[in-house]
């Protein structure tokens, strides 16, 4: 059960990424009150697959841009297609001027 609740509470906080923008594992963990469990939220998208409601966990990436959660989509460059269809550049696996697409949930929501 507290997995449960931790998983919807990243799912909730997820699901308020703007079409457009990325963030980060950690800086869900850090908003959510869990700072460090920015693993633990992977583990929460990676079982988006199995969740009737859309959850844009193509928006979440690593603390360098990296496109790490990548190998969890239907197919290995469809994390990268879905952002480059919101704008974001993806090159080699990163987004592009990370910090220009990056929302922090702590200056976006507080």
Do not use: C
Not at 42 to 60: D, E, F, Q
Not at 91 to 109: H, I, T
Request: charged content about 20%.
């Amino acid at each position: 059960m507290k997995n449960n609740n931790f998983f919807e509470r990243v799912y909730a906080l997820v699901k308020l990424i703007p079409n457009g923008r990325v963030t980060s594992y950690g800086a869900i963990a850090r908003y959510i009150g869990t700072p460090q469990s920015a693993r633990m939220v992977g583990w929460a998208l990676n079982s988006t697959k199995y969740n009737l409601g859309h959850i844009p966990a193509h928006r979440v990436v690593n603390r360098n841009g990296m496109l790490t959660g990548k190998k969890h989509f239907r197919t290995p460059i469809m994390m990268q297609q879905l952002l480059e269809s919101e704008g974001i550049p993806v090159e080699n696996e990163q987004v592009q001027d990370f910090y220009k697409y990056f929302w922090d949930p702590y200056k976006e929501l507080d």
